[in-house]
């Protein structure tokens, strides 16, 4: 019924915008909390996310010019907004981190389409496999199983971008960014205190604070690296060479987000490695099972490796684990596909993280409303978040048919109440003539 307008904003009509924010958000003046909750709201109902869009589609709100000014003076406080909101969601019982979840740790390059962008560059996309045009986002994600949420992120900023604005000097190379966000993430206290990555991340310098704020890991680890086993060096692949081919054991593994099941033959090693100490090596072979019952190896030759100081767990314990890595790059398609993340074409670099704040609001707001059944009347599965994104909508249409509905009410003698259809319905003149 009311798909024509379903991006018409009624900001302070809507209970779960102003719920969230007045809650869980950062104490900002008054206009600059509007325009938060307006651009989260837009994010959410529009279908496309710039400043003028979500402008001219809010009643009684500000206008484009105005909104633009705001965000960009919120800009320097997007990050205490983030973290702080963060801290308000271990509150509420259905929503705080557990031990048992985990933390991911990921470069994700956001594709812009705009070379004159503040931090935009040519970046590799593991999911692209090549060099895009974008920009190089760092965040850490949190995992529950029933629940999860983005935590934190910084942006990367490769030297030759930085020499092109005269910024040269504030260069830091990608793992410094990562024990940036382990600092800040151990800074705030949380239970959660297992943490998997992929191998660029996997370094000694990273491990060793992980190992100094008595974090567990799990992570892939470069076939060049040197171990030490039964007191002979050897590197990661010329260990797993060494291994008997009887030591390799077919075991299941299951997906917990996906619940699909994987398998695997695996060996493992407990090495020594120089400055970081004892670990366990994984080796990993997958395998694929035929419609007859049968396994072969899914890819000939091929082989994984996982590391992990996690002794005490068994080596498909520490599969499982870090299987849930996969959860943030299901995070990055969800916030692409259903929020808005690439969509964002402000020039400075400010603005752009401003943005991405903005995007991991509306998906922990959407987690937060899922979580306290806020979304169940609108919808009968709300499992992922793009169903919890259209059962969203559908309050939101709630709210503004009940909005009408009273509008319609008051103005039945107005003289300008066809003239109000036209302009909020965008209607046919038929259309008009019923009001």
Not at 393 to 401: K, L, P, S, Y
């Amino acid at each position: 019924m009311f798909l024509s307008y379903r991006g018409m904003l009624l900001v302070k009509e809507n209970a779960l915008i102003m719920d969230f924010f007045d809650h869980l958000g950062l104490a900002l003046p008054p206009r600059e909390e509007e325009a938060v909750k307006t651009f989260v709201y837009g994010i959410l109902v529009n279908h496309r996310a710039s400043i003028k869009n979500i402008a001219e589609n809010t009643i009684q709100g500000q206008n484009e010019r105005q909104m633009n000014r705001i965000i960009h003076q919120v800009s320097s406080k997007a990050r205490e907004m983030l973290l702080h909101n963060l801290q308000a969601l271990q509150k509420i019982s259905t929503l705080a981190m557990r031990p048992s979840g985990v933390v991911s740790i990921d470069e994700h390059v956001i594709p812009k389409t705009g070379k004159h962008i503040e931090g935009v560059d040519y970046f590799y996309s593991t999911s692209e496999n090549k060099e895009i045009l974008g920009l190089s986002m760092i965040n850490t994600h949190y995992y529950g199983g029933s629940f999860e949420y983005p935590i934190d992120c910084l942006l990367y900023r490769r030297l030759q971008e930085l020499e092109k604005w005269g910024k040269q000097e504030l260069h830091v190379p990608k793992n410094e960014i990562a024990r940036q966000l382990i600092r800040s993430y151990h800074e705030l206290g949380l239970p959660c205190k297992v943490w998997v990555m992929d191998s660029y991340f996997m370094t000694k310098e990273n491990v060793k604070l992980l190992d100094t704020y008595d974090y567990s890991y799990v992570s892939k680890i470069k076939r060049n690296w040197v171990v030490t086993y039964q007191r002979q060096r050897w590197s990661v692949g010329d260990l797993y060479e060494s291994i008997p081919e009887t030591e390799f054991k077919q075991i299941e593994a299951v997906n917990s987000k996906a619940k699909k099941k994987r398998y695997f033959l695996m060996a493992h090693r407990d090495v020594f490695i120089s400055k970081i100490g004892e670990q366990r090596i994984i080796y990993l072979r997958e395998l694929e099972k035929e419609p007859s019952g049968a396994f072969h190896e899914k890819y000939k030759s091929s082989w994984m490796c996982l590391v992990s100081n996690m002794l005490e767990t068994s080596p498909k314990g520490i599969l499982q684990t870090y299987m849930k890595r996969w959860t943030i790059e299901t995070s990055y398609r969800d916030e692409s596909q259903e929020l808005h993340l690439k969509g964002c074409m402000w020039r400075d670099i400010e603005g752009q993280y401003c943005f991405i704040t903005l995007v991991f609001l509306a998906y922990r707001l959407l987690m937060w409303a899922s979580r306290l059944g806020l979304l169940s009347p609108y919808s009968p599965q709300v499992d992922t978040i793009g169903k919890k994104r259209e059962a969203f909508r559908r309050f939101h249409e709630q709210v503004f048919g009940e909005w009408i509905t009273s509008l319609k009410q008051e103005c039945k003698k107005c003289a300008m109440a066809k003239v109000l259809y036209a302009l909020i319905y965008r209607g046919t003149p038929h259309a008009i003539e019923h009001w």
